[in-house]
C-alpha cells in the first residue's frame, strides 16, 4: 500500500519556468511532510519541509504548498535551472514513537531543459 | 546541514558471502539512524529504524537475520547483508536523525552488487 504518491514519474520543464511537483497521501496521521532531491548513485538531499500545521513553506526558489483537506502537496520551483535536473522525492512523516520514520513516495524525474 | 558518510560506496560480492556497510554520522551525535534500500524505479524503502545502544526495528518483509544492523555508538551503525544473494543487489542508505526532529541526514549510498 503505497501511503506517498507521486503520480508523476517524470517532468521536462524549460529553463526559467517554474516546475510543479505533486504528491499525494492517504495516511491522515502524516503531520510533517518533506521533499528530497536525489542525483543518481548518490543519497537524497533534503529540500524543503513543511509542518501540517501550515499551507505554504517558502525557501528561495523553492515553495511547498500543502491542502490537508485534499491530502496533496506540491512543490514548485521557479525558476527552473539545469541544475534543478534530479529525482525529487515527496516524503511525510507521522513522528512515531519519539523518532521520526519517513515514508517516502516513488519520485518524479524533474528535467529542466536549458 | 550534518554530514553522513556510507563506506564502501560500491561494493561487488560473491553469492554467499557477507558484506558490511558502514554508516557514520561525521559532526553529530545521531540517536536514530535508518536503513533504506532503493529499487531501480521505485521509490526508498525503509528496511529498518536503529536507535543507540537497542535492537534494530525491523519493517514488515525485511528479514532481520539476513539484515543485520548494528548501532553501537552514536555515530556509527553498519548494516550487515548476510549470505547474499544476486537479489540483494542494491543501492543502500542510510540516514542519521535525533530524536524528535523530523530531518533525516542521508549518507551517500553504497552500491551493491551481489554475483
Known amino acids: 500500500d503505497q501511503q506517498v504518491k507521486q503520480n508523476s514519474p517524470s517532468l521536462s520543464v524549460q529553463e526559467g519556468r517554474i516546475s510543479i511537483l505533486n504528491c499525494d497521501y492517504t495516511?491522515?496521521?502524516?503531520?510533517?511532510f518533506l521533499w528530497y532531491k536525489k542525483y543518481p548513485a548518490e543519497g537524497p538531499t533534503f529540500l524543503i519541509s513543511?509542518?501540517?500545521?501550515?499551507d505554504k513553506n517558502e525557501d528561495g526558489r523553492f515553495t511547498v504548498f500543502l491542502n490537508k483537506s485534499a491530502k496533496h502537496l506540491s512543490l514548485h520551483i521557479v525558476p527552473s535551472q539545469p541544475g534543478d535536473s534530479a529525482v525529487y522525492f515527496c516524503?511525510?512523516?507521522?513522528?512515531?514513537?519519539?523518532?521520526?520514520?519517513?515514508?517516502f513516495g516513488t519520485g518524479t524525474k524533474l528535467q529542466v531543459i536549458p | 546541514g550534518a554530514v553522513v558518510s556510507q563506506h564502501p560506496s560500491r561494493v561487488i560480492c560473491k553469492s554467499g558471502t557477507s558484506v558490511k556497510i558502514e554508516c557514520r554520522s561525521l559532526?553529530?551525535?545521531?540517536?536514530?539512524m535508518f536503513w533504506y534500500r532503493q529499487f531501480p524505479k521505485k521509490s526508498l524503502m525503509l528496511m529498518a529504524t536503529?536507535?543507540?545502544?537497542?535492537?534494530?526495528?525491523?519493517e514488515q518483509g525485511v528479514e532481520k537475520d539476513k539484515f543485520l544492523i548494528n548501532h553501537a555508538s552514536l555515530t556509527l551503525s553498519t548494516l550487515t547483508v548476510t549470505s547474499a544473494h544476486p537479489e540483494d543487489s542494491s543501492f543502500y542508505i542510510c540516514?542519521?536523525?535525533?530524536?524528535?526532529?523530523?530531518?533525516?541526514?542521508f549518507g551517500p549510498g553504497t552500491r551493491l552488487t551481489v554475483t
Open positions: 516524503a511525510a512523516s507521522a513522528g512515531s514513537g519519539g523518532y521520526q520514520k519517513v515514508t
Open positions: 536503529s536507535n543507540e545502544g537497542s535492537k534494530a526495528t525491523y
Open positions: 513543511i509542518s501540517s500545521i501550515k
Open positions: 540516514s542519521a536523525g535525533q530524536a524528535l526532529s523530523y530531518e533525516q541526514y
Open positions: 559532526d553529530f551525535q545521531a540517536t536514530t
Open positions: 495516511n491522515s496521521m502524516f503531520d510533517y
